[in-house]
């Protein structure tokens, strides 16, 4: 090619200068540049993407350093084969990629070289937002020349990017890096980051994490009476152990109970509590306590009274009531007004089994 | 109002009751009232908590981390030996014996945590919580707040039926 010695030579002197120099270098070689861009693609079969990529790599590259991050800094002089094939530094690739948009602005950009920089930026801003926005229509017709891993890791790059340009300033740099890293060993994931929030795997580990705790921490909330009102997960948590306790209290003050109370019962259950049906279980246990209670009944003559009694509260206790049942319990009480607590279990015990 | 447990044969409530009653009823059998001295009674009162503990636990059987930790914790209690051990009883094996330690500490002490730090680790209310949970400690935060709902859920049952239970035996 014929401006391949040209750029050799270009490159090895911008390659020798310092960082601090090449703007004016920038400056010289940037009007150049943009001629031969315009000139170059007949002598060059490959796109403009090529074209432009083989004419002023290192220029590009320091083109672009300034007005974007002081990051990209071409250490290596790139070859031109190397650009022709893969792509290996992904530095470059980066700035290049955009750099194939900017070709098509290079008419506006001749303008002015002394702001050359904010029309560069400005246009890099607005082709990568485009970009972006547009990039799953975009992948084979931008850059047809280009071979299919580059272009993905300019994905990423470009998700670095648009972190940058949307102004994240959380963790834009370091995820502009660790995307730049993670590029060249793994591959691709692609995922579209929220506004100002990165991309790495790590965040998004933790931000799924702490969804889940955080629709946890909501049930727990509804199922604990009077966390509702409470605002922040601390408060919310001194209520649920809170709640906890007073719980767990209340089954030993329950046990004590249970342990004060003098059941004069003769269980003779074990037979009955075979069976599996809960129903029957239900239906037996009204029966079983009430020895408990006609002993302690005083006289006779409250006998109606406690019947009746019993029976609103085996209506309205519903763990041991069914309607169904109460229709056999009610003859059974008149026998059990008579017969001795232990006779009674026993009695009714087989009388219920007939029944099943 | 009759409330589901007779709808639902086979729901947690039924199962519980069950086996209380029964535990219950054994012991009563076991050891008939004749005094009423506080030893005894004391003993009577161990025995019917640890009846309910363990007929809640048996309801759950072993599909939670907390139920296990506390059939495991109530059988090394009464027997002194280990009859079982699986993998996840082994995990929660020290979240155990630090329990046994810290219950009687948390009968009596009142949540002082105010000043717990906000955000993704949330260190002395989670800590708590870990203690009070039967084997909690096994576990990261995201599973203990699951068993903790579990937990709170059987608690409520077990309450429930349990003063049903005193209040007939006490009318």
Known sequence: MESNPGTTETRSNLTASDGGQVTAFESLQFTDEIHRLILAPTTINASSFTALVELPPPQAVELLHSPDSTKFIAAKPPNVEDFKGSFRFPSNTSLIEPDARFSVFSGEANNGNENRDSPVSKILNSNLEKAVKSEPAETESAQPLVSDPPVEKRRIKRKGRENKVKGSTKKSKTAVNESSEDAEKLPYVHVRARRGQATDSHSLAERARREKINARMKFLQELVPGCNKISGTALVLDEIINHVQSLQRQVEFLSMRLAAVNPRIDFNLDSVFTSESGSLMDSNFPGLVMPVMWPEVQGDGHRQQYQHQWNSDALQQPVWGREVHNNYITPEKSLLTYDSSANSVTLQANQLKMEL | ?171
């Open chain 2, 1 to 171: 109002m009759y409330n589901p447990d007779h709808t639902k044969p086979g729901s947690l409530k039924s199962r519980f009751t069950t086996r209380f009653l029964r535990a219950l009823s054994k012991i009563h059998a076991h050891k008939p009232i004749s005094s009423s001295s506080p030893t005894e009674m004391f003993q009577r009162y161990q025995r019917i908590k640890a009846a309910a503990d363990k007929s809640m636990a048996y309801s759950v059987r072993s599909r939670r981390t907390w139920s296990r930790a506390m059939l495991w914790k109530l059988r090394t209690r009464s027997c002194g030996r280990r009859s079982v051990k699986t993998s996840t009883i082994i995990k929660s094996q020290q979240a155990i014996m630090k329990k046994t330690r810290h219950e009687k500490q948390n009968e009596n002490t009142t949540t002082t945590a105010t000043t717990g730090e906000d955000g993704v680790g949330f260190c002395v209310e989670e800590d708590e919580l870990r203690e009070i949970v039967p084997g909690g400690e096994a576990m990261d935060l995201c599973n203990l707040l699951d068993e903790t709902a579990h937990y709170i859920k059987c608690l409520t049952t077990q309450v429930q039926v349990m003063k049903k239970i005193a209040d007939f035996y006490s009318l």
